[in-house]
């Protein structure tokens, strides 16, 4: 069973379009980070929520950290073929000292 | 700025042979930690190394795989023997701090390295 359940596993879209992938857990987190891992190379971070209900983006990716701190989103505006990626999340559990990854959201972005 | 080295990039081997996979961290880091990924089980931590010192090693699968921090910038994850079922991309990562539990405290992978036993 994983500590982090991420959703849809796999997501294949156009581009143009918005997407939203999810991350949840009936644990509540420290922290969370979500990375981007594209073939043959390991994840690159892109951002890390802190706080209860933090909004945070990065121009078209708005990552969301829920109320209670078990949950996140991640909203991909207008989609590009460059979004194509592994998208993981990962975080660090209470009574934890260490960062525990989801399986990932796999999207594709077709031109 | 050199990242985080791992080789080889790619090993083929047959079971029951040793495996040895080597990882430079970034200089500085004082983190090291060892990732497993595969498609059914997703990203693993294995063992993860403070100051050289191994920390948490509750990850690892069993005796046959086993990792060592000589110094700061060199460790290596071994299997003797392999099995098929450890045919996996096996990724190093390091940070300055434990990621996630320090605040915007990341971790950085290397590329890598694709290991599959036959």
């Known amino acids: 069973t994983q500590l982090l359940e991420q959703s849809p596993q796999f997501l294949s879209i156009q581009e143009g379009e918005n997407l939203t992938v999810y991350c949840n857990s009936s644990?509540?987190?420290?922290?969370l980070q979500w990375y981007r891992q594209e073939p043959g190379e390991g994840p690159v971070l892109l951002v890390t929520?802190?706080?209860?209900?933090e909004v945070k983006k990065l121009k078209r990716l708005t990552f969301q950290f829920g109320d209670a701190r078990k949950d996140s989103s991640l909203h991909i505006t207008a989609a590009q073929t460059g979004d194509t990626g592994l998208y993981l999340c990962?975080?660090?559990?209470?009574?934890?000292?260490?960062?525990?990854f989801g399986a990932g959201t796999r999207l594709a972005v077709h031109p | 700025d050199a990242g985080v080295i791992q080789s080889p990039r790619h090993e083929v081997t047959e079971m029951g042979q040793e495996v040895t996979l080597r990882c430079k961290p970034i200089?500085?880091?004082?983190?090291l930690f060892w990732y497993r990924q595969t498609m059914m089980r997703g990203l693993e931590l294995l063992i993860y190394?403070?100051?050289?010192?191994?920390?948490?090693d509750s990850g690892m699968p069993e005796d046959r795989f086993s990792a060592k921090m000589p110094n700061a910038s060199f460790s290596t994850l071994k299997i003797q023997p392999s099995e098929p079922r450890d045919s996996a991309v096996y990724f190093c990562?390091?940070?300055?701090?434990?990621?996630?539990?320090?605040?915007?405290?990341?971790?950085?992978f290397g590329s890598g390295t694709q290991l599959s036993v036959l």
């Open positions: 190394f403070n100051n050289n010192v191994p920390i948490d």
């Open positions: 644990s509540v987190f420290s922290s």
């Open positions: 200089s500085g880091h004082d983190y």
């Open positions: 929520v802190v706080t209860g209900g």
């Open positions: 990962a975080g660090v559990a209470g009574g934890y000292n260490k960062l525990i």
């Open positions: 990562a390091s940070s300055l701090a434990p990621a996630g539990v320090a605040t915007n405290e990341k971790l950085f």
